[in-house]
């Protein structure tokens, strides 16, 4: 069984090898590590391909840790390092962990090979305030991405994702609502170009990416909501949610700041729950313009599978 998800997303398939990241439940929701390239099937358009690659729950990742140090997390930042050193903790030696802050400007605090005590320095080191360039952000991070090639790669960014370019052209966009369902209905939160480059190019390396929403951004908390703030701030949630759906990750929603100390490790031991399924798009497929679904079977019909749905062939 496979979970179904809204086929929006878009991949530019100058290469033909689709890459996906494959998570397996039981009924009860509990997670399956033990399966092998036996006990999967992949389908294209409903055709059946055959799977070019590989790689079991325990094969080690690169992974960017994106931590929010605009404005919006001055008053909690020792929470915020102290959650992200929990993360650390908790992934696998052998993962390969590039750590990155953002706010305005993006910065590299430390690479794929630097050590952990490394990357620990540079969690303690990020600071900043002033504006949140989130979509720049994440499509540095994708960039940094590609020099791991073939490897398994994750982005988890702790934010808000009230991006401030975003939040202007919103802005713009419900000028003249008068409620709050007008201003639902200006915005498109789904058709920014921003978020789809961002999808487009996480889609073409197979990059799973794992939002904590902070409470900050919250729509259901605003202290005086009204039809501009309400609709600005259900479109940020609306992309940090498709960022999640269609890239096969999960959107974690932080309700109170000392549910980060837990949520952080939660999200590594997901990851340490997904398995690598590569194929070749077929070849007279590509792009050709056209919605292609993606759906894994697994030998045990009682089994859920989640991964991204599909892409267009651009």
């Keep these: 069984m496979c979970l179904a998800q809204t086929p929006d997303d878009v991949l530019t398939t100058n290469i033909s090898l689709v890459q996906l990241n494959v998570g397996v439940v039981d009924r009860q929701g509990h997670t399956v590590t033990t399966l092998t390239q036996n006990d999967f099937a992949v389908y294209e358009d409903g055709v059946k391909q055959n799977i070019f690659h590989f790689e079991p729950t325990d094969s080690p990742f690169s992974l960017v840790l994106m931590l929010d140090t605009s404005g919006s997390t001055v008053t909690f930042r020792e929470q915020l390092k102290q959650a992200a050193w929990r993360f650390l903790d908790a992934l696998d030696p052998r993962d390969r962990v590039a750590v990155l802050q953002f706010n305005a400007k993006t910065k590299m605090l430390s690479g794929f090979g630097d050590g952990r005590k ?85 889609d073409r390396q197979g990059v799973t990416v794992y939002p904590l929403a902070l409470p900050s951004g919250d729509p259901k908390r605003l202290p005086l909501p009204g039809p501009d703030i309400t609709g600005i701030y259900t479109a940020a949630r609306t992309r940090l949610q498709t960022l999640a759906d269609r890239t096969g990750g999960r959107l974690n929603e932080i309700n109170r700041l000392d549910q980060m100390a837990r949520l952080f490790p939660e999200v590594a031991a997901d990851l340490r729950t997904l398995y690598s399924v590569s194929y070749q798009a077929p070849g007279n497929r590509q792009k050709d313009g056209r919605w292609h679904s993606i759906r894994i079977e697994v030998t045990h019909p009682e089994l859920i599978v989640r991964t991204r749905p599909g892409y267009y062939a651009r």
């Design 118 to 202: 490394k990357t620990a320095y540079a969690i303690q080191i990020a600071d900043g305030a002033g504006e949140t360039h989130f979509y720049d952000a994440l499509r540095y991070a994708l960039k940094e991405l590609e020099q791991e090639r073939n490897k398994r790669k994750a982005i988890v960014v702790l934010t808000d994702g009230l991006d401030t370019q975003m939040r202007n052209a919103d802005r713009v966009a419900i000028a003249k609502a008068q409620t709050d369902a007008d201003a639902l209905s200006a915005i498109h939160p789904e058709a920014g170009a921003a978020l789809n480059a961002v999808l487009t190019a996480a």
